[in-house]
């Protein structure tokens, strides 16, 4: 008699059928199982199964409509859910929340704000279903324009909401900050910035707020006055806010104690040059900061010796962005890699993370004396220094072990060379060939983490040889399109297509990520991804 998995699974015990269902199988796996059971009796017992009060999908769900009419047929409960944005049938809406909204505890409900049609009677109906969600922990509304429909009630409702974002929103009510300093008793997280409040916002209604601890915000020129917002943030930890004045930075770490997290894009257009007297204000109010990201925009308003000072007074600085160029990563992700970094000697500068425009090798060199810890740099430059050969001789004789260089312009292969002992390695580089990719593989053989992008000299062979030497490659990234040329010039038709996978797949079987976009001199462009 042969016996079928279905067998075995619906024979076990209740709780461990549940246990199965939500943490061993993803929502898209218990689909297929539905589908796949042809025995009334094993469908009857499954659905016995979902109607089982702790049989509550956790994992993160980005659902289709089809999927939601599937979760309304089978009552199926679900705790973090992605909502589509081409669901048009409100009963469907209506019904979905009604049968998993008590059990909700994260939801983007975004899309289904952002029809074109969308009226203020349409946008009360929606909040009126969201507001089932008694158990929301995280709620996210991004880029929904309310037009003026008051969102107070709806926050009221959640006693548990701890992270609440409502970044690029439109024409949300001034009494917004009210609602959410006064209404909203555990948010710890609000993101508000890009978002357009309309009406008067009065700050001096604003209630001291004891429990957010990290906020986004951007000061629009129609409310310079929300500068002031972070004030009434008397446990704020972490602040990542956009177009401040450098004055108002001051306020803020003034009046912000637990302060440990800033992020400041600085609006330069009203903000003087950093003077040796600002400086020291500006150093003297940072002292208990562990992360640090100062953007000055095309303005640069903190030369080499300011930044050389600001590291050398500010012994518990982990982490500190001085750029006014993109960065790849987000600011907070690399905070977060930093503070992840164990603080080994109290008694010396922890600096572990440091992204500079651009900074001399004789400046790096004080910087690694005094930062014994100093392990991650990063060079977002677009033109490289005079003196590359001794800035990658100083970075190759120190303790970085992972490297961000972003220099479109030439930089020498000897220079390249330089470089050793690193197991993160990012190239933005038009100057980068095979012959130098083959060296610096060769130098550094530890190499977990590496990326070369904007390289049109690199071919097929490159990636062959990093795939098989690199031992211990967890991520790979290589796009050999040159940045030069523009879009409607490129020859040729890309094409998507398993470059090379058997021999990939044989050498580093446990690759975590990998990205190629090979473009090869005939202008044909490959992917594998």
């Not at 009552?75 to 859910?81: P, T």
């Not at 929904?144 to 439109?170: A, H, I, M, R």
């Not at 050969?389 to 060379?417: A, E, K, P, V």
């Not at 012959?435 to 904007?454: A, E, M």
């Amino acid at each position: 008699m042969t016996i079928s998995a279905c067998d075995v699974f619906l024979t076990l015990a209740s709780s461990l059928q549940v246990d199965i269902l939500v943490n061993w199988l993803s929502l898209m796996d218990v689909g297929r199982l539905d589908s796949a059971i042809c025995a009334t009796r094993h469908r009857d017992l499954l659905l016995s199964v979902f109607k089982e009060e702790f049989c509550v999908f956790q994992e993160a769900s980005k659902v289709n409509s089809d999927q939601i009419l599937w979760i309304n047929r089978r009552r199926i409960k679900l705790a973090d859910v992605w909502l589509p944005r081409d669901f048009d049938s409100i009963d469907a809406l209506a019904l979905f929340f009604q049968v998993t909204g008590k059990y909700l505890q994260r939801l983007n409900a975004s899309s289904i704000f952002l029809s074109q049609e969308m009226t203020e009677d349409n946008i009360r109906e929606k909040l009126t279903m969201l507001a089932i969600c008694i158990n929301l922990q995280q709620l996210q509304l991004r880029s929904v324009d309310f037009k003026s429909v008051d969102l107070g009630p709806l926050l009221s409702t959640y006693p548990q909401l701890e992270n609440l974002d409502l970044s690029f929103c439109k024409n949300v009510g001034g009494e917004i900050l009210f609602d959410i300093t006064n209404r909203v008793n555990n948010l710890r997280t609000l993101d508000i910035h890009q978002c357009k409040i309309c009406g008067e916002v009065n700050l001096a209604l604003v209630s001291d707020n004891h429990q957010i601890q990290k906020l986004y915000l951007s000061i629009a020129k129609e409310s310079p006055n929300m500068a002031a917002l972070p004030l009434h943030c008397k446990a704020l930890r972490a602040l990542y806010v956009k177009s401040i004045l450098l004055n108002d930075v001051s306020t803020v770490l003034s009046h912000c104690p637990a302060l440990r997290v800033l992020s400041a894009s600085v609006d330069t257009t009203s903000s003087p040059r950093l003077t040796t007297e600002t400086a020291d204000i500006l150093i003297s109010l940072i002292q208990k900061l562990l992360c640090l990201h100062l953007d000055y925009g095309y303005k640069n308003i903190l030369e080499d010796e300011h930044v050389l000072r600001l590291i050398a007074q500010c012994p518990n600085l982990k982490a500190l962005i001085v750029t006014s160029t993109y960065v790849s990563s987000t600011i907070e992700s690399i905070f977060d890699a930093a503070m992840q970094i164990p603080s080994v000697n109290l008694s010396v500068h922890q600096l572990n993370t440091l992204y500079v425009e651009s900074i001399p090798a004789t400046t790096l060199q004080r910087i690694l004396s005094f930062c014994p810890h100093l392990t991650t740099f990063a060079f977002t430059g677009t033109l490289i220094i005079a003196n590359s050969h001794d800035l990658m001789l100083t970075i190759g004789q120190s303790t970085i072990t992972s490297l961000f260089l972003y220099s479109y312009n030439h930089i020498y292969s000897t220079d390249i060379l330089l470089l050793r002992n690193l197991s993160r390695l990012t190239l933005r580089c038009c100057s980068l060939t095979d012959l130098i990719v083959v060296g610096l593989v060769n130098q550094n053989p530890h190499l977990r983490v590496l990326s070369l992008t904007d390289s049109p000299n690199l071919t097929k062979n490159c990636i062959l040889y990093i795939i098989k030497n690199c031992k211990y490659l967890e991520e790979f990234e290589f796009d050999s399109e040159n940045p030069y040329i523009h879009f409607s010039r490129r020859e040729g038709v890309e094409k998507n297509t398993r470059l090379q996978t058997e021999l990939i797949q044989f050498f580093r079987p446990n690759l975590k990520k990998l990205y190629i976009h090979l473009v090869e001199q005939s202008g044909n462009s490959y992917y594998y991804n």
